[in-house]
């Protein structure tokens, strides 16, 4: 339930590019060493607006793309039916309220999932991950996606041969026998995954598309209390303001149906962050966080899992270093808020 913007908001007096860091007082040493593929479904819960403010705000990658990505019809967050279309509205206010002028690099997802396995959504957003995808180009690249899959398996779809030039993050599906165990009440179908399921088909089942997962039980983890969203977010800025203010929307909602209150949020969209832009100097890797290696399952039509023993290798995260992901990011906004203020041309 992000706030759709009628129009855009009015850019703030200082304005900046993808690729500076004019914040640091210290500037950030050397290029970046990823490049970055943001896909999300950015009208939903606003847990991905702080993703996205976050990864703007880390030198370390190179952001290529934004993918504004759809919900299912009819989802509690945006009923729609464009929903697509809203969340491209709401990244390119995210842009204005950080004074970003880099709005090329936002494009459009498809606003309806996937018909079928063998036919591609087209959409302008599809077009663009598969040239970035196929450019000559040797630094790494992430795709990583914090809702449905549409757009990815679209593209691969179009250009299998994507799969052999970038990794997939996704922040998605149950969790794994053995490992964890679902939360009470649980949605049978995992939210990011019934946005499509037959989506995450396609990237599991039918594609070579390297996977590195974080289902529901370690995005789970990423609670943060309210005190620290009062103090260490709402009180940074502008823009701080605006992300506290979104996610009070929701539990004031959430406490309306009888769910709540509580002093906690999950920002489950934050370890796109921390496994791409948090990697460690030497021997790079998220390093500081924890993932089991097994063969990548196959997606029944319930969304629960079947073993393929001989199938490519996967990464499914255990546990994520919340204390690095969300330090850094109160820094980070800390940091860029007292630039953005700060009368000083």
């Excluded at 819960?45 to 880390?58: F, G, T, W």
Aim: hydrophobic residues 40%; contains cysteine; charged residues 20%.
């Amino acid at each position: 339930m992000t706030s759709i913007p009628d129009a855009d908001v009015t850019r703030t007096a200082k304005s900046w590019t993808l690729g500076t860091s004019p914040w640091q007082t210290i500037p950030a040493a050397g290029a970046p060493r990823a490049r970055v593929i943001i896909d999300n479904d950015f009208s939903g819960d606003p847990d991905d607006l702080y993703q996205l403010v976050h990864h703007l705000l880390s030198p370390n990658v190179d952001i290529r793309l934004v993918v504004a990505s759809h919900l299912r019809d009819g989802d509690p967050f945006d009923s729609g039916p464009d929903t697509a279309d809203n969340a491209t509205l709401v990244v390119r206010d995210v842009f204005a309220r950080m004074g970003l002028s880099s709005t090329e690099v936002i494009v459009t997802g498809s606003n309806r999932p996937l018909a079928d396995r063998a036919t591609p959504q087209p959409a302008e957003a599809v077009e663009a991950i598969v040239a970035e995808a196929m450019r000559d180009d040797d630094t790494p690249l992430f795709f990583v996606a914090g809702g449905g899959l549409t757009d990815l398996a679209s593209a691969y779809l179009v250009e299998p041969r994507i799969a052999e030039r970038l990794t997939v993050i996704w922040i998605g599906g149950l969790e794994h026998a053995g490992l964890a165990v679902p939360p009470p009440d649980a949605m049978p179908i995992e939210y990011n995954l019934l946005i499509d399921l037959v989506a995450g088909q396609v990237v599991f089942n039918d594609s070579d598309l390297t996977i590195w997962q974080v289902p529901r039980d370690v995005y789970r983890q990423c609670l943060v209390s309210d005190a620290e969203l009062r103090i260490r977010v709402a009180a940074a800025g502008p823009v701080g303001r605006y992300l506290y203010d979104e996610t009070a929307l929701v539990v004031e909602r959430a406490t309306g149906e009888g769910r709540g209150p509580a002093e906690t949020y999950a920002l489950g969209d934050s370890p796109l962050v921390l496994l791409t832009a948090l990697r460690s100097l030497f021997e790079a890797d998220p390093s500081s966080s924890r993932y089991v290696g097994m063969p990548t399952p196959a997606l029944a039509d319930d969304g629960t899992y079947v073993a393929v023993p001989d199938a490519r290798p996967m990464r499914t995260y255990t546990w994520v270093d919340t204390r690095l992901m969300f330090e850094d990011f109160y820094l980070k906004l800390q940091e860029f808020s007292a630039w953005q203020q700060d009368d000083t041309p």
